[in-house]
């Protein structure tokens, strides 16, 4: 597998933009629903700050910081590999490499996102779910270039760049949150001593009886926060950098390489 040691320095870079949004985000989703800690992402980020500093926004750094960076650039790596085994870039061929980047993300970050909670089946489905759905990054940002026509000498080409990433982390999202929902209520649960679920199904049903539909986006503000700059700092960063290297070739270019091995720049969620 071909990787580019660029995409670690992008990987970090977005961790440490992303990760007080997904402090946040955790906090929201997991919080007490009869007893509800937090308002909303703004009083969730006003009461982290004013009782734990700044600091309390970067907890839990270090795992991420560690495992993110490595798996970005895996991600990379694969999708790339993958459109140059495909051979013809197309939005299907984009999906396909995609999907096999979400599934090797999938077998390396589960271990890392749950080693600091509880490591069970049922969390790892739902993680499994949420990083396979990396292809819809590779996919939306391929056809977002494509419709815009990014090229080298297109003046607007940087901020075209960081729309079509921005949007791709959107996208990716808002079509994964409630699974990603599920998973946090599940690494969470028995914490304490004292388990809440059986399971995927039974935490969905108790989770729809005692807060609703809403209880599905909670924590979406703070990810969405995230998402957009994070992924367009990322895209836009490793496009250029690997347009650079390449001698200026397009982002939209159909030469013998496929486009998304000259535009390695999607990110898991994850998580990435």
Known sequence: IIINPFCYFSGAAGVLVGHPFDTVKVR???????KPLYRGTFHCFQSIIRQESALGL?????SPMMGLTF?????FGVQGNAMRQLGHDTPLNQFLAGASAGAIQCVICCPMELQPQIYSARSIFCSALTDLCVCKYFLTYDVLTRSLGCEP???????????????SGIASWLSTYPVDVIK???????????????????CVRQSLQKEGWRAFTRGLTSTLLRAFPVNATTFATVTLFL????????CSSRGSEPQSVQLQTQAQPTSL
């Open 184 to 202: 946090s209520r599940l690494q969470a649960d028995g914490v304490g001593g004292v388990s809440q679920y059986n399971g995927i199904m039974d």
């Open 153 to 167: 000498d297109d003046p607007y080409m940087i901020p075209k760049l960081l729309f079509a990433g921005g949007m």
């Open 71 to 75: 798996i970005n650039a895996i991600v």
């Open 243 to 250: 347009m650079y290297m390449r001698g200026g070739e397009g």
């Open 58 to 62: 970067y907890k839990g750094l270090g």
């Open 28 to 34: 929201l989703q997991v919080q007490n629903a009869d």
